[in-house]
């Protein structure tokens, strides 16, 4: 069965307007709290260097596998530095 819009009341219409209005609210108001979560963790993020001594006792540990970020490894013979 199919409705067409000239059968649907105008109470049915306004009820579906104010249930799209609502989903829109409820779905910026998630938005509006993942970025406030998200902006408060990466505030806290930060990358440090690592001295030189610790580096040395396991330098894997340090050494970037998938990307390097910065210019730290710019010169690194490793497969995550494929600059084009």
Do not use: W
């Amino acid at each position: 069965m199919e409705i067409h819009p000239a059968e649907v009341s105008q109470g049915d219409q306004n009820d579906h307007e104010n249930d799209l209005q609502h989903l829109t609210s409820t779905i910026a108001g998630k938005i509006g709290d993942g970025v406030k979560k998200t902006e408060s963790v990466f505030s806290l993020a930060c990358i440090y260097r690592v001295p030189q001594e610790l580096r040395k006792l396991k330098q894997s540990a340090y050494t970037p596998r998938l990307i390097a970020i910065g210019p730290l490894h710019r010169g690194d013979k490793h497969p995550c530095n494929t600059s084009k």
